[in-house]
């Protein structure tokens, strides 16, 4: 349900003057197994987020090397610049949505790369700053985009949408049985100003305790999150992108933190090229410990035959 994280062994050259990453890379040493980077080697990351495996990359693809860095949140994008700096000349940065990946790489000239990388979902960054709306654990403003150059943020879906299309929401991206009887108390205790404020119309109606492991809130943030940002339909759309950008036998790595994710990856992977692993990778016992946030990542690889 929740997001990335994992202990990077993959530090750059030199790099201890820069800026400590503020998001582990999940999976790292798999998606790098699976990618194979070689000297010389092109690439893309479409969700290049805070560089850790785009520097992973970058620093096996040797002078050579080039990489082509999207993500559609300029923040994630200033803090990869200065994490990726030791690599300058061989990565080119695009604010982007990689929904776009085709038209990007075009315009960059990435033809025949090597792979391609997507690490799916939000960023510790992201996450940890509470003026981005993403987390009820601290109050900020209904927000949730990633590129705050939208126009659609969660306070207009939680305080404009009707309760039945409300529903639909929190019931299909956050798979949340009560939806119904969380939509109709979102919808009597307008208007919401902040996360917290939402997050107690949720939990009033929750028995006030958790489910298990997870806060009652969780499931309905995440179907907020998905929908402002489209989420499923870039993500479609990328997967569709990306055949005709791969070299014969390149590979594309896919991790994702929701099954709805992973089943269009699962089966859109299907279809476009040979699948790699046919059992779907999950971080091993101690990345979970180290990074509790990255316990629901699925690692996924498909070949261009
Ligand atoms: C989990 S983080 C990536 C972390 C990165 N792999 C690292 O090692 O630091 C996900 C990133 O994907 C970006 N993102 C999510 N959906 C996107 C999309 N449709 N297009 C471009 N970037 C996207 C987010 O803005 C965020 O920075």
């Given at each position: 349900m929740s997001e990335a994280v994992s202990a990077s062994s993959t530090a750059p050259p030199n790099g201890a003057h820069r800026p400590a990453p503020a998001h582990r890379p999940v999976l790292i040493e798999q998606v790098i197994a699976f990618l194979a980077p070689r000297s010389g080697g092109h690439f893309i990351d479409g969700t290049v987020g805070a560089g850790g495996h785009a520097a992973a990359i970058l620093e096996r693809t040797g002078p050579d090397g080039r990489l082509l860095a999207i993500d559609r949140d300029p923040a994630a994008l200033e803090l990869a610049r200065a994490r990726l700096a030791d690599y300058a000349g061989r990565v080119v940065f695009r604010h982007a949505n990689f929904s776009d990946v085709a038209a990007v790489a075009g315009e960059e000239r990435f033809r025949d790369v090597n792979g391609v990388v997507a690490d799916l979902g939000v960023s510790s960054m992201m996450l940890d700053d509470a003026h981005r709306g993403f987390s009820f654990r601290q109050d900020g403003p209904l927000d949730m985009r990633m590129d705050p150059s939208q126009s659609v943020t969660a306070s207009d879906i939680v305080n404009r949408a009707g309760e039945t299309e409300l529903a639909d929401i929190i019931y299909r991206y956050g798979e949340e049985r009560r939806s119904r009887r969380i939509a109709r108390a979102i919808v009597r205790a307008r208007p919401h100003r902040g996360t917290r404020d939402l997050a107690g119309a949720i939990e009033s109606v929750s028995?006030?305790?958790?489910?298990?492991?997870?806060?009652?809130a969780t499931r309905t943030f995440l179907a907020l999150r998905v929908a402002v940002n489209r989420e499923l339909d870039h993500l479609e759309a990328f997967l569709d992108g990306v055949p005709a950008l791969l070299a014969g036998g390149a590979r594309l790595a896919v991790i994702s933190f929701h099954s709805l994710e992973d089943r269009i990856v699962k089966h859109r992977m299907r279809a476009i090229g040979r699948v790699v692993n046919r059992k779907v990778v999950r971080p091993d016992e101690s990345e979970r410990m180290a990074n509790?946030?990255?316990?629901s990542a699925k690692l996924r690889v498909m070949e261009r035959q």
């Open positions: 028995g006030g305790g958790r489910r298990g492991r997870i806060h009652p509790p946030r990255s316990r």
